[in-house]
Every structure is written in C-alpha cells, then in structure tokens.
C-alpha cells in the first residue's frame, strides 16, 4: 500500500480529532495550573523552538518490537556519523528501533570498486551505544526480527519538488498510520540517509554522538597513538628549561585540508557563494597557528591530513619554531593505521583530534566540524559555556579554532564553539563562516 491511498484518510480522520484533545487538554492544565501550564508552554518553546516535531520527543522510549530499516550509509566517516544520527532520530519519530546498519569501509566517490560494507558493531560498541543512549535511540539486530512478511517500503522523495515540509509529511503520515503500527519493520528506500532532509535540533545529534564508543580494539590503537605523541612532548620538554609539573602535556591537533580535490572544489565554492573564507593555504594555517596565544612551547603539533599527503614532506616544513609538526609516519604510528580501511583510520584520526588540548580546523570541514562539537560537549560537562572571554586562558582544555576565519587577536584563528541551540546540523553538514564562541546552551 503506497502513501498516496491512505493521505487523505489520515489527516481528516486523526488530526482533527488529536487537534482538539490537545486543546481541550491545554485548557484543562491553564483551569487546574495557570502558572504550571505558562511555565511547562515556555519550556517546551524555549527548548524546541517553533518546529513541529516536538511531540515524539516527549516519548519516554522507543519500541524495541518494531523496526526500521535504512539504506547502506556511504560517504566519508563524519557524512556516514549524521547519517546514522539522521536514522535513528527518523526510527525515534516513528517510534521504531533501527535495525543495525550497514557502514561503508571505504570512500565510495573514489574507491567505488573497494567499497565494503561494515555493521555499525564492528567499529561502534553496540552494548555501550544501547545503554548510553536507552530512552533515547536504540539500534537493534536483525536476529530480533520475527515476522517473515513483507516489510512497508516507503520511498524517500529526491529532487528540488521534495521539500522539507513534504518529507515531515511523509513521516508523520507514517506515524499516523494505524496500519502500519501493527508492522514489524518498515524499510526506507532510495537515497542515502546523509540526503535525508534534517528536522532536528543540534542537542538531539549531539546525545547519539555522545552515546558512540569505539570496540575496544580501535579505542586501543587510539590510546597509542595519543600516548606516541604525549611520550615525544614530555622529552622535548626535557631538553627545555620549561618544567612541566603536569604528567599530562598538552598537544595540538591541526585538521589540515589542502589536498588538490579539496583546494578545487572548496574555490568553486567560494566563487559560487561570494565569500572569501572557506580555503586556506599551508601559509595561512600554519601562520595562523603560530598565532595563537599562551601556547607553551615547544609543543607538538599533530597533522591530520589525508593519506595522500604522508609522502610530502612539506607539510612538515615552516612551522613556527617551537611547534613541533608530526604526523602518522612521522610519529611512527603507521603500522596502527594501515591496518585499517578507510573508515576506521578516519575513526582514530577523530579522536586524536577530539581528545587534544588545542585543535584548529576548517569550518567548513565535516570533520572539523563534529570534532568540534565533541568538544563543545566537553567544555559544557566542564561548567564552561562560552570561551569569548577566556581566549587566551590555554589551561582550559578542549579550546578549538577555525583557521580559515581570521580572529579578535591579530593574526591568529577564530575561537570556535558549536551553537548547542541551533535547531539544525545545517552549519556542521554543510559548513558556515559564522560561527561563535558560544554555546548559548548547556546540556544534560
């Protein structure tokens, strides 16, 4: 059964009549509460904004006995992190467990003969993700399916005719379908779920990333890594009249973005859209980081760069004196990576970056973008909610950087922190150069 032969039907005969129960519940608080209902409409306002899908948020949990399923997730590894998101907040709105879904090991734009298939399980903690995150989403197995029927396929719309209004149509159509509660699995077909059009706040992304931990064996090599780069600052530190009475010496993480296909496409970009900041040369990263203030030097300065760039020594050279440049052959940890594909190198790449003291990115990076959002949610847990007033206080840990965005402080990048209040990942899935110091909202 398609949508069209039940549209109609749903909307007159449901909404009408929830409209009215909702009023008629509404004036029923004001009578009992006037002050308890003011104040419960202006939490649920401030909280959700004006957006109209607020109402499966207020569920407690989500169903474990019915599913949904989504299309195998591709792209790089930050695409395929929203994507995943966008899944199982699509499950949470139909109030479905989604059912484990297929990664892609590899970048299928330019490896499309390598591309792999990989269970969210074999690079995710499952077990971990299901009790950070019980309430909220929940990924099942396809072990738990019992019903052999035929699942309903709803078909994701594409083109400019499919609008953001005409996909939250299609999902509350789905929600109000009495037919299709009594369905053990739905199953989205089409597009890939990076495509889908995004009906939720940042906050909402922002708890299922915090829910993602690594399988132990990767969460291993990431310790190593960072452990590598630690043990190399404590000596240059030794060979320095600077004494370090921490144990835990600080290091910096630049996400450099200056591979040839980027530079081609983000100037496109840039000529498209009339702005002049979303590339940066090598000059300009590495001058802007050799302006930040308070770093103590020397320090190392970890590069994540693309694999491509590791032959090309120039990335090393003409660094501040003092900034101690490394990356993964460099630091000697290429054996840790190389045994990986793609996505998991990616994955240990990200939280070298997310656990560094300083990390400095490009705004318009993906990648740069959730690694600052992983760190915006450090620094709320912390009590901080906004660094404009503490730029040059380096001893907060988990400060972040823009570099392709010219600071306050002459010379250096601008202080970056993800607005927790924006009520879409518009500006991490597609890049801004407005970006603040601010978070404007802490977090539970």
Same mark, same amino acid.
């Given at each position: 059964?398609?949508?069209?032969?039940?549209?109609?039907?749903?909307?007159?005969?449901?909404?009408?009549?929830?409209?009215?129960?909702?009023?008629?519940?509404?004036?029923?608080?004001?009578?009992?509460?006037?002050?308890?209902?003011?104040?419960?409409?202006?939490?649920?306002?401030?909280?959700?904004?004006?957006?109209?899908?607020?109402?499966?948020?207020?569920?407690?949990?989500?169903?474990?006995?019915? #599913?949904? *399923?989504?299309?195998?997730?591709?792209?790089?590894?930050?695409?395929?992190? +929203?994507?995943?998101?966008?899944?199982?907040?699509?499950?949470?709105?139909?109030?479905?467990?989604?059912?484990?879904?297929?990664?892609?090991?590899? /970048?299928?734009?330019?490896?499309?003969? /390598?591309?792999?298939?990989?269970?969210?399980?074999?690079? #995710?903690?499952?077990?971990?993700?299901?009790?950070?995150?019980?309430?909220?989403?929940?990924?099942?197995?396809?072990?738990?399916?019992?019903?052999?029927?035929?699942?309903?396929?709803?078909?994701? =719309?594409? =083109?400019?005719?499919?609008?953001?209004?005409?996909?939250?149509?299609?999902?509350?159509?789905?929600?109000?379908?009495?037919?299709?509660?009594? /369905?053990?699995?739905?199953?989205?077909?089409?597009?890939?779920?990076?495509?889908?059009?995004?009906?939720?706040?940042?906050?909402?992304?922002?708890?299922? #990333?915090?829910?993602?931990?690594?399988?132990? *064996?990767? *969460?291993?090599?990431?310790?190593?890594?960072?452990?590598? +780069?630690?043990?190399?600052?404590?000596?240059?530190?030794?060979?320095?009249?600077?004494?370090?009475?921490?144990?835990?010496?600080?290091?910096?993480?630049?996400?450099?973005? +200056?591979?040839?296909?980027?530079?081609?496409?983000?100037?496109?970009?840039?000529?498209?859209?009339?702005?002049?900041?979303?590339?940066?040369?090598?000059? *300009?990263? /590495?001058?802007?980081?050799?302006?930040?203030?308070?770093?103590?030097?020397?320090?190392?300065? @970890?590069?994540?760069?693309?694999?491509?760039?590791?032959?090309?020594?120039?990335?090393?050279?003409?660094?501040?004196?003092?900034?101690?440049?490394?990356?993964?052959?460099?630091?000697?940890?290429?054996? +840790? @990576?190389?045994?990986?594909?793609?996505?998991?190198?990616?994955?240990?790449?990200?939280?070298?970056?997310?656990?560094?003291?300083?990390?400095?990115?490009?705004?318009?990076?993906?990648?740069?973008?959730?690694?600052?959002?992983?760190?915006?949610?450090?620094?709320?847990?912390?009590?901080?909610?906004?660094?404009?007033?503490?730029?040059?206080?380096?001893?907060?840990?988990?400060?972040? @950087?823009?570099?392709?965005?010219?600071?306050?402080?002459? =010379?250096?990048?601008?202080?970056?922190?993800?607005?927790?209040?924006?009520?879409?990942?518009?500006?991490?899935?597609?890049?801004?150069?407005?970006?603040?110091?601010?978070?404007?909202?802490?977090?539970?």
């Amino acid at each position: 059964m398609g949508l069209a032969n039940w549209r109609v039907r749903s909307y007159n005969c449901q909404i009408k009549p929830i409209i009215a129960i909702i009023i008629s519940i509404l004036l029923l608080r004001a009578v009992l509460s006037p002050s308890t209902s003011f104040a419960w409409f202006q939490q649920r306002i401030s909280s959700y904004g004006a957006t109209p899908i607020t109402e499966p948020n207020l569920r407690a949990t989500v169903r474990n006995d019915k #599913f949904l *399923e989504v299309p195998q997730i591709v792209w790089g590894l930050n695409n395929q992190k +929203i994507a995943l998101a966008r899944g199982l907040l699509t499950a949470r709105f139909l109030n479905r467990t989604l059912l484990m879904p297929s990664l892609s090991a590899s /970048l299928f734009y330019k490896e499309v003969e /390598l591309l792999q298939p990989m269970q969210f399980d074999k690079i #995710f903690y499952l077990e971990k993700f299901n009790s950070i995150c019980d309430g909220f989403v929940q990924v099942g197995q396809y072990s738990k399916l019992l019903n052999k029927t035929d699942p309903f396929e709803m078909q994701k =719309g594409s =083109g400019r005719k499919w609008t953001k209004e005409r996909d939250l149509e299609q999902l509350k159509e789905v929600t109000n379908d009495n037919k299709l509660h009594d /369905l053990e699995l739905v199953r989205i077909v089409g597009k890939n779920p990076f495509l889908w059009h995004d009906h939720w706040p940042v906050r909402d992304y922002a708890e299922i #990333f915090g829910c993602l931990a690594l399988v132990n *064996e990767i *969460e291993n090599d990431v310790v190593k890594v960072i452990s590598k +780069i630690r043990e190399i600052s404590i000596k240059a530190k030794k060979n320095t009249a600077n004494t370090v009475p921490n144990p835990i010496v600080p290091y910096i993480a630049v996400h450099m973005r +200056i591979e040839k296909d980027w530079m081609i496409h983000c100037k496109k970009w840039e000529q498209r859209t009339g702005m002049n900041q979303i590339c940066s040369s090598k000059k *300009e990263i /590495l001058d802007r980081v050799s302006h930040i203030m308070g770093i103590n030097l020397p320090a190392v300065v @970890y590069l994540a760069i693309a694999d491509s760039l590791l032959e090309d020594d120039s990335v090393l050279k003409g660094w501040k004196t003092g900034l101690m440049p490394y990356e993964k052959k460099r630091l000697g940890v290429w054996e +840790i @990576y190389k045994k990986y594909p793609y996505l998991i190198r990616s994955a240990i790449d990200f939280e070298v970056c997310s656990r560094a003291d300083i990390f400095v990115g490009n705004s318009f990076s993906t990648f740069s973008g959730l690694v600052v959002l992983s760190r915006t949610q450090r620094l709320l847990k912390s009590g901080f909610k906004d660094l404009c007033g503490n730029e040059d206080q380096l001893d907060i840990r988990f400060t972040s @950087y823009a570099y392709n965005i010219l600071g306050d402080k002459i =010379g250096a990048p601008k202080v970056w922190m993800t607005d927790m209040a924006d009520l879409s990942l518009q500006k991490i899935s597609y890049g801004t150069n407005n970006i603040s110091c601010d978070a404007n909202m802490s977090i539970s």
